[in-house]
């Protein structure tokens, strides 16, 4: 049987990743990523925003190991900005903060983050930090705890799957944040591993914090979980402009075009860039049965 974890080895696997380079996005991925340049996903946003959606675009790329790629990273996220600004699309930026040298120099990438929640604030874009693997949690949200003392445009994302999920999202009372149920592979110690214990808590979190009176952003393919979502917002009156539901480029669009058909807030997460293998073959991972929807794809070329 296809695994989360074959596909995960996969998509760490650097000879994989060159020869994928080489047949460029014929795999499929076509399907899921806007395409390489800032040109590309911004093209993709205006027939998102046609339809209805709005949407958060991510540069894609998967390691950086030195100051020079950070500082790259960061020209890269503030054009990225700029185009956003110049196609008059409606966008938000999501980015990583390991691509901005969290693991280079903790203070070049406050200082990278600052140099980008400037630019955004100076255009009104809303920048998203997405969350990564459990070993980056505390210096991911230590930063934006700092980062938020001198910007509010900015928010963290938080995995369900953690056992002390519920517990971070209190503490971040008032603060625009992503939920989601977790994509690494992490161990029992600090995540559940078991799907209704996951889901469970997705649920528990989203409505601590609109309970809590703060922005939601619901991100989730699962029709349950959404369900469950516009049940509770209803019964208890949440206003419709504390939350909103998000999706990743090209997955179930049919739900996403229903979504918005019935009045909800729907947001498209557009990644794009050269370095799309590794987060092609994760979402692989997450749900094997999109191999179908991924050959089709190529099939379609
Ligand atoms: P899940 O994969 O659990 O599926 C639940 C059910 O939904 C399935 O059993 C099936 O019935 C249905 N379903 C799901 N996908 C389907 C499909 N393609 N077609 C048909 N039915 C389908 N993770 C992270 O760690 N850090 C981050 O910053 C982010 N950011 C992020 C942003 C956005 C906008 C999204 C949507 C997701 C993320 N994620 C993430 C990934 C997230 O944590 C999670 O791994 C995936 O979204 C998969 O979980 P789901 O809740 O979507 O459904």
């Given at each position: 049987m296809v695994t989360r974890k074959f596909f995960s080895v996969l998509s760490s696997s650097q000879f994989l990743e060159n020869k994928a380079r080489n047949w460029g996005p014929k795999l499929g991925a076509t399907t899921v990523i806007a395409g390489e340049t800032i040109e590309e996903a911004m093209e993709a946003v205006r027939k998102l925003n046609a339809q209805g959606l709005c949407a958060t675009?991510?540069?894609?790329?998967?390691?950086?190991?030195?100051?020079?790629?950070?500082?790259?990273?960061?020209?890269?996220?503030?054009?990225?900005?700029?185009?956003?600004?110049?196609?008059g699309v409606d966008c938000n930026l999501s980015l990583k903060l390991t691509s901005l040298g969290l693991d280079v120099d903790r203070n070049l990438c406050r200082d990278n983050m600052l140099d980008i929640l400037a630019k955004a604030d100076e255009l009104n874009i809303f920048v998203r930090i997405d969350m990564e693997d459990y070993a980056h949690l505390d210096a991911t949200l230590e930063l934006f705890q700092?980062?938020?003392?001198s910007y509010q445009n900015v928010g963290p994302a938080m995995q369900s799957y953690l056992h002390r999920a519920e517990q971070d999202t209190r503490s971040l009372k008032g603060v625009n944040l992503r939920m989601m149920k977790g994509a690494y592979k992490e161990s029992p110690s600090v995540a559940y591993q078991k799907k209704p214990e996951v889901d469970a808590n997705l649920l528990n979190i989203i409505k601590v914090h609109l309970l809590n009176g703060s922005y939601t952003a619901v991100a989730t393919h699962d029709h349950n979980i959404i369900e469950e979502v516009k049940t509770f917002v209803r019964e208890q009156g949440i206003p419709d402009d504390l939350y909103e539901f998000q999706m990743l480029y090209g997955f179930r669009t049919e739900l996403q075009?229903?979504?918005?058909?019935?009045?909800?807030?729907?947001?498209v997460y557009v990644p794009f860039g050269e370095d799309w293998y590794g987060y092609f073959m994760r979402r692989l991972g997450e749900r094997p049965q999109n191999i179908v929807f991924a050959m089709r794809g190529l099939l379609s070329k």
């Open positions: 675009v991510d540069h894609l790329g998967e390691f950086v190991h030195k100051k020079e790629e950070a500082v790259a990273s960061k020209d890269y996220c503030i054009r990225t900005l700029e185009a956003i600004d110049a196609y700092e980062l938020r003392r075009a229903q979504l918005v058909n019935e009045g909800y807030k729907v947001r």
